[in-house]
């Protein structure tokens, strides 16, 4: 073999070898760097969002960085009393609920630390996380207008406090008032009209009741479609599920103060979460939330539920798109628990029960 041929040679094992160790070195840090995740302390989450909406979004968040979530579900009350009972001594790390009422609640409890995430500040409308950087909301649902297709037109809805007008005489059907979701949206109300004006639109419904208050937002709508009322509020999602059982459902949703005042627009709500003041993993737990908002995480965690992501770049459910596009209200939903007990004493002022 000539000395030019035997050096070619020389230089290719000498590549080739390089290669093999840069693959090698590449492979083990790979490894280390899986070791390292699957070694990390699992998260711990207390969640009043069902198993079902969770367990699958976890899993994939495992399956992607190697970090283990651990969950139990509760109504939000009861996991709220629960970490201030362990205060200290907590395992949990991070709280998901659902409703800025319940998240507000949690927050002035002291539950929760500040989440300091420039990905969290820069992902998330400002109106959909905590004014004090204490908790973010995750999903998007709108409390709006369901009417009878068969004995209401569009064009004769426009906005929520038109529901109280003549035309509405026994045909209005609510969900009682003990329950967070109307609580909220009365207390956004407020915000957006102030409480004179609220408690003339929220009167002016209950002369308009067809029936007592529903239990809930499905019972409203069975009212509807058994021809008991013809128009309600709901939460987008109820439908959603309605609709997914039945697609020939003789309902509609409608998107009313659209072109009211630029302060108003559908009143809208989230699921939400904050670390915990004594998470002992709050820099996992932080990465769950961050992760949370990415556009992959939020079409799976909005989807599951027939929800909205809060990220404007978020992938919608077929389904929910379908719907169509609307302007939600811009109102910081901070207040939704600041002015809840004023919303609470106006309901009640009403003789909404």
Avoid at 66 to 78: H, L, N, Q, R, S
Avoid at 227 to 249: H, M, S, W
Avoid at 324 to 347: D, H, I, R, T
Wanted: hydrophobic share 40%; glycine share 6%.
């Amino acid at each position: 073999m000539s000395t030019d041929r035997l050096n070619l040679c020389c230089e290719y094992l000498l590549v080739a070898l390089m290669l093999a160790m840069l693959v090698a070195c590449s492979a083990e840090k790979g490894a280390e760097q899986t070791a390292h995740a699957m070694s990390a302390d699992p998260i711990v989450v207390y969640s009043s969002r069902k198993e079902h909406l969770i367990q699958p979004v976890f899993q994939q968040f495992t399956e992607q960085t190697g970090i283990a979530v651990e969950y139990t579900t509760d109504k939000a009350g009861v996991l709220i009393e629960r970490i201030k009972t362990e205060g200290k001594n907590t395992p949990a790390d991070l709280l998901i609920t659902v409703d800025a009422g319940n998240l507000g609640y949690a927050a002035a409890e002291g539950i929760f630390q500040t989440i300091n995430s420039d990905v969290i500040n820069d992902t998330v409308a400002p109106h959909l996380r905590d004014q004090q950087d204490l908790w973010t909301g995750l999903s998007l649902r709108a409390r709006t207008l369901v009417y009878s297709t068969e004995r209401v037109k569009p064009d004769d809805l426009s906005t929520y406090q038109a529901l109280g007008e003549s035309q509405w005489q026994g045909r209005l059907c609510l969900r009682t008032s003990k329950k967070v979701y109307n609580q909220s949206l009365v207390a956004m109300l407020i915000a957006e009209q102030g409480e004179v004006k609220t408690e003339q639109t929220v009167a002016a419904w209950i002369a308009n009741l067809a029936i007592d208050p529903t239990s809930n937002d499905t019972k409203v709508m069975q009212a509807i479609e058994a021809g008991q009322c013809d128009v309600g509020i709901v939460n987008t999602y109820y439908f959603g599920r309605l609709e997914a059982k039945n697609p020939d459902l003789p309902l509609a949703l409608f998107w009313p103060n659209q072109s009211v005042a630029k302060n108003s627009g559908v009143h809208v709500n989230v699921s939400g979460a904050g670390i915990l003041k004594h998470s002992s993993n709050s820099d996992q737990a932080r990465r769950l939330l961050e992760w949370l908002v990415s556009e992959q995480a939020q079409a799976l965690f909005a989807g599951l539920n027939k929800e909205y992501p809060v990220i404007s770049s978020g992938a919608i459910d077929p389904q929910v798109s379908a719907w169509g596009e609307f302007k939600q209200s811009p109102l910081a939903l901070s207040k939704a628990y600041q002015l809840q007990p004023a919303a609470v004493k106006l309901m009640d002022r009403v003789g909404y029960q």
